[in-house]
């Protein structure tokens, strides 16, 4: 139970793939969970993975609450642990046969002070379990399906950064968002 600290984008960690969890209700993914949810909530967050906090496991942890102040539009999303997450993209159909991406801005706490658009599913199913080892399953939209998209990213290795398409729509938070607090990190 503590506030870790966020390794920053640069670190090699952040680009390694993290292992499965194989035990569950253990008093060591009790204490990870734990401190992910101290250090995101610290931070503002929406969501954090492990290996933001140099942990190499397949766990997320993301939620808004009833109102997240950097995200005053943004619909709440129950605070969810997920482990071993798989996600299915549900969104439309393109007429290339692909799927309907849908663009919006986001930030990280390992890339702090930064933002960009961002393709992103609009509907996803996630899978996965919770920190008990029972089965989780949700199918979400919107700010829900791009936080989740975002933060099982971490897990193999990937930084927004790196699915920004145009570059002239990534910079500093200040700049792009001048005297709005709101616009923040992920």
């Known amino acids: 139970m503590a506030v870790r600290d966020i390794l920053k984008m640069g670190d090699p960690r952040l680009l390694r793939k993290a292992k499965a969890?194989?035990?569950?209700?253990?008093?060591?993914?009790?204490?990870?969970i734990s401190d992910l949810l101290d250090t995101m909530l610290a931070a503002n967050g929406a969501g954090l993975a492990a290996p933001q906090i140099g942990?190499?496991?397949?766990?997320?942890?993301?939620g808004t609450g009833a109102r997240n102040p950097r995200y005053p539009q943004a619909l709440p999303i129950p605070t969810t642990v997920l482990v071993?997450?798989?996600?299915?993209?549900?969104?439309?159909?393109?007429?290339?046969?692909?799927?309907l991406e849908v663009e919006d801005?986001?930030?990280c706490l390992s890339v702090p002070g930064l933002r960009a658009i961002v393709p992103r599913f609009s509907c996803i199913r996630y899978t996965?379990?919770?920190?008990?080892?029972?089965?989780?399953?949700?199918?979400?939209?919107?700010?829900?399906?791009r936080v989740v998209q975002h933060e099982c990213d971490h897990l193999i290795g990937m930084?927004?950064?790196?699915?920004?398409?145009d570059f002239t729509r990534f910079g500093f938070t200040?700049?792009?968002?001048p005297g709005i607090d709101a616009v923040s990190d992920d």
């Open 55 to 62: 942990v190499d496991l397949q766990v997320v942890i993301f």
């Open 174 to 177: 200040e700049v792009l968002f």
């Open 84 to 99: 071993n997450p798989v996600l299915t993209a549900l969104a439309p159909a393109t007429s290339d046969g692909g799927l």
């Open 21 to 32: 969890v194989t035990q569950f209700d253990t008093d060591e993914l009790h204490l990870l």
């Open 128 to 145: 996965g379990f919770d920190q008990y080892g029972d089965p989780l399953e949700r199918t979400v939209e919107g700010f829900h399906a």
């Open 105 to 107: 801005w986001e930030g």
């Open 159 to 165: 930084l927004y950064p790196m699915r920004v398409r």
